[in-house]
């Protein structure tokens, strides 16, 4: 079993809608972190979280450590968030990613 | 401002060369690794290094060396014996340990290396 878990791994919407993206993981750790991956593209990091919740622009990162459960939601989606989302986690000594959630938001 | 740089952005180079991956970072972390990515799937680590002049092998070393002669720079070497080098690699940096305060990575855009 993957340490870090991501859910759905395909995500296909109408441009608009109000979109989610799971990430769970078994371990212990420090940080999370929210990355973007734009097909062909480089890695952009989109939030770190170690608590709570956090807000840029029409997205919106939660974190529960106690459930060890986080997730990214996208409001207002539109065709250029069409994209891999990646979740990593900080252990206590590396980083490990999730498989990826690959969003294609539809005009 | 401080980051992380990773050089060049795409790389091409023909079957049975060596060929290095740049990355450098000027955050004073201690820690750095290197990942790869195939198509469709997800970040598998290469190599990770905690100090300078130390480094360990991640899940899929074989074909690869590194360095960390100094704090700022873990160059990546594709050798000619890793099978298949195509793929998307990918640099990252830490503090360490990690300390509640300090939890902060950063990560490089990537090299996409194509090797015909």
């Known amino acids: 079993k993957n340490e870090v878990e991501q859910s759905p791994q395909n995500l296909t919407a109408q441009e608009g809608e109000f979109i989610t993206i799971n990430c769970s993981y078994s371990?212990?750790?420090?940080?999370l972190h929210w990355l973007q991956q734009h097909p062909g593209g480089g890695i952009v990091s989109l939030f770190m979280l170690s608590s709570g919740k956090k807000k840029h622009g029409r997205l919106i990162a939660t974190i529960n450590i106690q459930e060890k459960h986080s997730s990214l939601h996208i409001t207002a989606s539109h065709p250029r968030d069409s994209a891999v989302y990646i979740c990593?986690?900080?252990?206590?000594?590396?980083?490990?990613f999730g498989k990826g959630t690959r969003l294609h938001i539809l005009p | 401002d401080g980051g992380i740089t990773q050089s060049p952005k795409y790389l091409f180079r023909k079957e049975g060369q060596n060929v290095t991956l740049s990355c450098e970072q000027n955050l004073n972390h201690d820690a750095m690794y290197w990942y790869r990515q195939d198509p469709g799937q997800g970040l598998r680590l290469i190599y990770y290094s905690q100090i300078v002049n130390d480094f360990q092998k991640g899940d899929i070393a074989e074909g690869y060396s590194v360095s960390r002669e100094k704090k700022e720079s873990f160059p990546l070497t594709v050798t000619s014996a890793q099978k298949n080098p195509t793929a998307f690699y990918l640099c990252a940096s830490s503090p360490y340990p990690y300390r509640a305060e300090n939890t902060e990575a950063f990560f490089g855009q990537g090299t996409r290396l194509t090797v015909v």
């Open positions: 371990v212990g750790i420090s940080a």
């Open positions: 990593a986690v900080i252990r206590d000594d590396k980083i490990i």
